[in-house]
């Protein structure tokens, strides 16, 4: 007997982004309403940016160092010794525009969108969300607005504190290797681009988006006790990491390679 | 005063209520019973419109609320105060914090007044130099309490007390029937109790109905309940194994 096949579930996901939207724009529009939750948003403010310094910093070091170190290589075998010094540019146009914003998204993702999941959640299947409701607070204003925008200013500071751990540590070691410092300066300097820079912000900036609101959004849906919160968390960390490896696509081809600012 | 006519809510196949019909009067105290289970915490969210009915219609003072938007709501709700069953405390605020969180929304006070009211509505459910904890450091008895102190803080002519005495020692208890009394007497307080405890029930109600498949099968004073033929009634009140109530 033929197994039944399942459709794929279209509706679902439709709906899923729907709801997803739907809760971006009502977060978005508690930013306009008063009050505003400012000890909430300073509080996100330090989950979000002070609390990641420490894996940022290390990710974003070793991040730095292996680009570094396969770019030495790249350079060394397939154009030849001496060149090695060319691959400043290469190094930091990576690490600004790609592999750093990517990977710093992916960490915060870990860390910032399973414990949004996991602690609204908690709230919701202890019905602290109804408490807000009949205390005349909207847990939409309250919960979300505040952890969204203080993700989407957090996240591209993050992304560049970053950006110079990484150029920093790639520097350090191609020097360590005997590339000419002078060389490899002048042509980072030369051919890495403001713009650049704030190409990695801007994705940052979605990033920081999308990982707050499909944090909360997961955390908002959890249903049945301790498992559900586990849920949550799981599905807010793969969902958000699917999304910034989706977008971050999505961004490089829309976002103009040069532009004069 | 409080409406409700022909509630129905389901989830899945779960058919929780069938056609409720239930009216409150303003300053009357009416105690809810039932089995666990049977739908009187969904029954009390209906009331403050944190769920929405299949169908039927939910009055509040002359207002449907079941069509009202969240913004609509807001005022409805203010009417509205709400013991939770395992007090829903904000775990990251202090007690202080979590007692004025209403209290700033719903109404104008400086700064001095609220502390004064947080502490005095702490004070009402016996609990003093507690207001700097957090809910972590507070036995399950204190959450109750300082949930209650919550709900009064900012003087709601309505109280929907979910379950008050679970959890509590029976003096204590006692202490929060006493309240659940005073707080009709003094201030006219429109109450709606939800609980398994017939002593509390007794003493604090002008009204019991009893829930039972989803509909008020018996409502009554209670002497009338006490007295009733109602068999499933009867086994409730008794707290008896054997009965027609076979769905523990």
Same mark, same amino acid.
């Given at each position: =007997?033929?197994a039944?096949s399942?459709?794929f579930?279209?509706?679902t @996901?439709? %709906?899923n982004?729907g709801q997803v939207g739907?809760?971006?724009g009502?977060?978005?529009?508690g930013?306009?309403?008063?009050p505003?939750?400012r000890?909430?948003?300073l509080q996100?403010?330090?989950? *979000?940016?002070?609390?990641?310094l420490?894996?940022?910093?290390l990710?974003?070091?070793?991040?730095g160092?292996v680009?570094? !170190?396969?770019?030495y290589?790249?350079?060394?075998?397939?154009?030849g010794p001496?060149?090695?010094?060319y691959?400043?540019?290469?190094?930091? @146009?990576?690490?600004?525009k790609?592999? #750093?914003p990517?990977?710093v998204?992916l960490? *915060?993702?870990g860390r910032v969108?399973?414990?949004?999941?996991a602690?609204?959640g908690?709230m919701?299947?202890?019905?602290?969300v109804?408490a @807000?409701?009949?205390?005349?607070?909207?847990?939409?204003?309250?919960?979300?607005t505040?952890?969204?925008?203080?993700?989407? #200013? =957090?996240?591209?500071?993050l992304?560049?504190y970053g950006?110079?751990?990484?150029?920093a540590?790639g520097?350090?070691?191609?020097?360590?290797?005997g590339?000419?410092?002078?060389i490899?300066l002048?042509?980072? &300097?030369l051919?890495?681009?403001f713009?650049?820079?704030v190409?990695? !912000?801007?994705k940052?900036?979605v990033f920081?988006?999308?990982?707050?609101i499909?944090?909360?959004?997961q955390?908002?849906?959890?249903r049945?006790?301790?498992?559900?919160?586990?849920r949550?968390?799981?599905r807010?960390?793969?969902v958000a990491?699917?999304?910034?490896?989706?977008?971050?696509?999505?961004?490089?081809?829309?976002?103009?390679?040069? =532009?004069?600012? | 005063?409080?409406?409700i006519q022909? &509630?129905?809510k389901s989830?899945?196949?779960?058919r929780?209520l069938?056609?409720?019909?239930?009216?409150v009067s303003?300053?009357e105290t009416l105690?809810?019973?039932?089995? %666990?289970?049977s739908?009187?915490?969904?029954?009390i969210k +209906? /009331?403050i419109?944190?769920?929405?009915p299949?169908?039927?219609r939910?009055?509040?003072?002359?207002?449907d609320?079941?069509?009202?938007?969240? $913004?609509?709501?807001?005022?409805? $709700?203010?009417?509205?105060?709400?013991?939770?069953?395992a007090?829903?405390?904000?775990? %990251?605020?202090?007690?202080?914090?979590?007692?004025?969180?209403?209290?700033?929304r719903?109404?104008?006070?400086?700064?001095?007044?609220?502390?004064e009211?947080?502490?005095?509505s702490l004070a009402?459910?016996?609990?003093r130099?507690?207001?700097?904890? /957090?809910?972590y450091?507070?036995?399950?008895?204190?959450k109750? $309490?300082?949930?209650l102190?919550?709900?009064?803080?900012?003087?709601?002519e309505?109280m929907l007390?979910?379950?008050?005495?679970?959890?509590?020692?029976?003096?204590?208890a006692?202490?929060?029937n006493?309240?659940?009394?005073r707080m009709?007497?003094e &201030?006219n307080v429109?109450?709606?109790?939800?609980?398994?405890?017939?002593?509390?029930?007794?003493?604090?109600?002008?009204?019991?109905?009893?829930l039972?498949?989803?509909?008020?099968?018996?409502?009554?004073?209670?002497?009338?309940i $006490?007295d009733?033929?109602?068999?499933?009634?009867?086994?409730f009140i +008794?707290g008896?194994?054997?009965?027609?109530i076979?769905?523990?």
């Open positions: =007997m033929a039944e399942k459709p579930p279209f509706s @996901l439709f %709906s982004v739907l809760l971006f009502r977060a978005a529009a930013l306009f309403h008063k505003f939750e000890e909430n948003f996100q403010l330090e989950d *979000i940016g002070v609390r990641s420490p894996v940022v910093s990710t974003a070091a070793f991040g160092l680009f570094g !170190l396969q770019t290589i790249g350079f060394h075998r397939f154009i001496g060149s090695e010094a691959g400043g540019p290469v190094i930091s @146009l990576g690490l600004t790609e592999l #750093i990517i990977l998204g960490m *915060i993702t969108g399973s414990a949004m999941a602690e609204i908690t919701k299947i202890t019905e602290q109804d @807000l409701y009949s205390l005349g607070a909207d847990p939409v204003r309250y919960l979300v505040p952890r969204l925008l203080a993700s989407v #200013i =957090m996240v591209p500071i992304v560049l950006d110079i751990i990484g150029i540590c520097y350090i070691y191609n020097i360590m290797m590339v000419n410092q002078h490899y002048k042509n980072t &300097l051919y890495l681009e713009w650049d820079v190409t990695g !912000l801007i940052a900036s920081g988006g999308v990982i707050a499909i944090g909360c959004w955390g908002l849906e959890a049945g006790g301790a498992e559900g919160v586990g949550a968390a799981t807010a960390v793969v990491s699917i999304a910034v490896l989706i977008l971050n696509f999505f961004l490089s081809k829309a976002l103009p390679a040069d =532009m004069v600012i | 005063m409080i409406e022909g &509630l129905h989830f899945g196949a779960n929780v069938q056609g409720l019909d239930l009216t303003k300053g105690a809810v019973i039932g089995q %666990s289970g739908g009187k915490s969904i029954l +209906h /009331m419109g944190l769920m929405r299949d169908r039927g939910i009055v509040i003072d002359g207002v609320i079941c069509c009202l938007s969240e $913004r609509e709501l807001y005022d409805v $709700r203010r009417k509205f105060g709400l013991l939770f069953q007090a829903a405390l904000f775990d %990251s605020l202090t007690v202080e914090e979590n007692v004025r969180f209403g209290l700033e719903y109404q104008d006070h400086p700064p001095d007044r609220i502390r009211i947080v502490l005095d009402k459910v016996g609990l130099d507690v207001e700097h904890l /957090m809910p450091e507070l036995s399950g008895g204190m109750k $309490r300082v949930g102190a919550r709900a009064i803080a900012y003087e709601p309505i007390y979910d379950e008050p005495s679970t959890g509590i020692d029976p003096i204590r006692d202490a929060i006493d309240l659940i009394l009709q007497q &201030l429109t109450s709606v109790v939800i609980t398994h405890d017939m002593t509390s029930a007794y003493k604090v109600a002008d009204r019991i109905a009893m039972y498949n989803g509909k008020i099968v018996q409502i009554g004073p209670p002497d009338e $006490r009733s033929a109602d068999p499933v009634v009867q086994q +008794h008896r194994a054997e009965g027609p076979k769905e523990y």
